[in-house]
């Protein structure tokens, strides 16, 4: 059995081994096979051929097939089951593409799919991916195929399915490039090549492939448009010019975040964000980002909506269903014979904040002569009271004419005073964004238009960007029809903190960033023969008042110096109050630079021992992370946690971590290790035992053998130790013999003159040894289903 399912194994991923052919290989002689709703050889169904493609393109659904077939070579088994023919705009054109979806099928079961997009008017390979069922094969730790030898697969298939565009690209070193080593096989390299233009790379055209560790070429993707036309531009800034140009208009913003993963109780943190900029690469005037926050189509107000709080906070109480309903009544304007036809009460414990939440979620039905003239809903705060969201409906039975009886003006000030009213303890607080009026030009009545306001929510000048205030005027009435208050419950200092100058904080950011110089797109729009500004179409493409096929538009290359974040292992901010480095997830205290070990250059665990350091498994100090000292018993179970998982940190979502409850009395939830070992006890790895866990022990060979093997899933067969013939010199010391066996076996854990050395404590670098060889096992040890 073992035989034929090696043998089965390597049949299936031959068949996987996607060869290529040029382009030329095609002839136009290529008919439709005939037939309808014939049955293949694998039990699928093919498409029904004899039905005519109502199309006008020069690439029909059988060449597109015939030449996906060619190009990926696809197995004859591999049945057509669908195609679509879609139309997509460039820059200066259009282009026709063929998707066509070809699965296998064996006795009714799907064991594989390949999609393939085909150029429907030249015929060239735009895109293909594969999927196969077999959980036979299996990856090899470590990698076959490196991200090097990947490349070179990667540029032979590019060679024969692209080869117009091989000398119009450049390798991107950093795109997909997988900054911690592996910890599994099963690895999927991506690739980059980006188009290179008058020697400049445009990042935005590109052709990207995914090869495997086995070296299969697993998904290919050609983003290209030849419409673009890019501007020749002589005269440039040097790198050195752009960098003093970007640093002059950088304006750090102090932000307050949340770490999502932090140890001990979550908490918000000053930031001095600084998001990535633009300048011309001629004149470095700074250039309008598409990525700011949607608050930045507007002008944020430089004063508050009042200089201190126009009211109290309402205080926590129980609201009934009738409370909640009068007080949404109360708040806005709804119709006297407004029926309440719904309501949902709901309690939930805020994992960011660790309090309980509860909420009333109500619904109304408007009528005029009888009849459904429109709806409303509101949330209530079901401890205070507050209402936390509105929103009002009427249907539109007649449409009004001429100018909007409320200008932009007014709307702005009814906005403001709903605010004010709806939350008048954070009046102080709140600043109002002005919108660009150019996104309210040529507003007519009869649109039933709204205007759209949104407030930034300050303390001590800092941005609070998890909370959002944004409230909807009807441009006819002046009603509030949409209002929305999400505000989190997190405290605050009363004072603000001493924090670093911007200096500073532009100066870390600008090390974070890197120069590039590159083309990007800028799209015009016009409507009508008249320009609009982008955010007034994406407002009127929204709201239905124009269709997106009706608005002209006009793209053009330009070129810049943007910002480009480096290349790092982790998500990082600015702490406004040190200038230091800190991990977006945990909090924790980082670098940019990762600090290297001094004292393991030619140690005979060198490898393994950089590895462990990768994952922060160890930790260095002083530049020195100690191979030969004994390793702990929490450092054992974080590297055993991280080995099992991929090197991913387990997540525990309880807000306030110092509350949680610890399986351990010397592992309380603000340790280092507490998700760990929580970790490894879920997994049944350790055991409670008297209740204490004793991190900082040190650790013998025998139980690492025994925790070894349960990770390997082995323990309980371990546990019948007599099967194995253990013919170690020191055999009767040893107490798991079963698992010091096992370990041995797969030469995880070696011998020393035909002694196991149970009591001998494990060092720092035996412990990385035996981890990187227990990655290896695992992979060997994946067991395949019998195929019967």
């Known amino acids: 059995m073992k035989k034929n399912s090696k043998k089965l194994a390597v049949m299936l991923s031959a068949a996987m081994l996607m060869s290529v052919l040029p382009a030329s290989a095609f002839a136009d002689s290529v008919s439709n096979p005939a037939g309808t709703n014939a049955v293949s050889a694998s039990g699928g ?84 991916s594969a999927y196969t069922d077999n959980p036979s094969a299996k990856p090899t730790y470590p990698l076959k195929v490196e991200r090097d030898d990947a490349q070179q697969i990667a540029l032979k298939f590019i060679n024969a399915i692209a080869a117009k565009y091989k000398d119009s690209i450049q390798y991107n070193p950093e795109y997909g490039l997988q900054l911690l080593p592996p910890l599994t096989g099963e690895v999927l390299h991506r690739l980059r090549y980006d188009r290179v233009v008058n020697g400049i790379p445009y990042v935005d055209n590109y052709i990207e492939l995914e090869v495997d560790s086995e070296g299969h070429v697993r998904r290919y993707s050609l983003q290209w448009d030849d419409t673009i036309k890019f501007p020749k531009v002589d005269a440039l800034l040097t790198t050195e010019q752009a960098n003093e140009k970007l640093r002059a208009a950088a304006l750090p913003e102090l932000t307050y ?137 009427y249907n539109n039975e007649q449409g009004q004419t001429g100018s909007p009886k409320v200008s932009l003006d007014q709307a702005s000030t009814l906005a403001a005073d709903a605010v004010k009213k709806h939350l008048p303890w954070l009046t102080d607080e709140l600043y109002f964004v002005k919108p660009d009026p150019k996104q309210y030009e040529g507003l007519n009545a ?26 909807a005027i009807d441009s006819s009435t002046g009603e509030t029809v949409n209002y929305d208050a999400y505000l989190s419950n997190f405290e605050y200092p009363a004072q603000a903190p001493a924090l670093i100058k911007k200096e500073q904080a532009v100066a870390s950011w600008l090390d974070y960033y890197r120069t590039q110089l590159t083309y990007r797109l800028v799209q015009q729009f016009s409507w009508n023969g008249q320009p609009i500004p982008i955010e007034k179409y994406n407002l009127m493409v929204a709201s239905g008042e124009i269709k997106a096929d009706e608005v002209q538009t006009q793209t053009e290359a330009e070129l810049v110096y943007q910002l480009v974040p480096r290349l790092i292992d982790e998500s990082v901010f600015l702490d406004a109050e040190t200038g230091g480095w800190r991990n977006r997830e945990t909090g924790e205290a980082t ?123 082995y323990n309980a067969l371990a546990n019948y130790d007599h099967i194995f013939k253990a013919t170690f010199k020191d055999n009767a010391q040893i107490e798991n013999k079963g698992q010091a066996a096992i370990v041995v076996g797969l030469k995880i854990m070696s011998l020393a003159d035909g002694k196991f050395l149970p009591k001998k404590q494990v060092t720092r670098g035996e412990a990385s040894v035996a981890f990187f060889r227990y990655l290896q096992s695992r992979a060997e040890l994946k067991e395949a289903p019998i195929r019967m």
Do not use: C
């Open 45 to 128: 169904t093919t498409m029904d051929e004899a039905i005519a493609a109502p199309v006008d393109v020069a690439i029909t659904k059988g060449k597109a097939e015939a030449l996906a077939r060619q190009y990926v070579s696809i197995p004859k088994e591999y049945t057509l089951q669908g195609a679509n023919l879609s139309m997509e705009l460039l820059a200066g054109g259009k282009r026709n593409a063929w998707g066509l979806d070809f699965v296998k099928k064996v006795n009714g079961k799907h064991l594989g799919s390949i999609y393939v997009r085909i150029h429907a008017d030249d015929g060239q390979l735009l895109e293909f």
């Open 257 to 393: 975040i949340v770490p999502y993963n932090a140890q001990g109780k979550r908490k918000p943190m000053l930031s001095y964000e600084l998001l990535p900029m633009a300048i011309d690469a001629a004149t470095g005037a700074l250039k309008q980002q598409s990525n700011f926050p949607s608050y930045r189509a507007g002008t944020v107000s430089d004063k508050p909506l009042s200089e201190k709080p126009l009211g109290e906070m309402p205080k926590a109480g129980t609201v009934t269903e009738k409370q909640a309903a009068d007080a949404a009544k109360a708040a806005f304007k709804l119709p006297a014979d407004a029926e309440l036809n719904g309501s949902n009460y709901s309690e939930q414990m805020n994992e960011s904040t660790g309090a309980l939440e509860a909420f009333w979620h109500l619904n109304w039905s408007i009528k005029k002569d009888g009849k459904e003239n429109g709806s409303a809903s509101a949330t209530v705060d079901g401890r205070t009271g507050a209402v936390r969201s509105f929103y009002i409906y």
């Open 446 to 471: 009869g649109d039933n238009r709204q205007y759209y306001f949104s407030f930034v929510h300050k303390i001590h000048g800092a941005v609070v960007n998890y909370d959002s205030i944004n409230v």
């Open 591 to 713: 670098q940019l630079e990762k600090p290297k070990a001094k004292d393991i250059e030619g140690h005979w665990a060198q490898r393994q021992l950089e590895l462990m350091v990768a994952y922060k498994a160890l930790d260095v100090k002083n530049g020195e992370v100690r191979p030969n000292e004994p390793i702990t018993r929490g450092e054992l179970i974080k590297m055993l946690v991280l080995a099992r998982s991929s090197g991913q940190s387990p997540l525990y979502g309880s807000a306030d971590r110092s509350a949680a409850k610890a399986s351990f009395n010397d592992v309380a939830a603000d340790s280092s290790y507490f998700v760990y070992v929580e970790s490894a006890l879920e997994q049944n790895l350790i055991d409670v035992g008297d209740g204490s866990f004793n991190p900082s022990g040190k650790v013998s060979r025998d139980e690492m053998a025994e925790l070894i093997v349960r990770a390997l899933g």
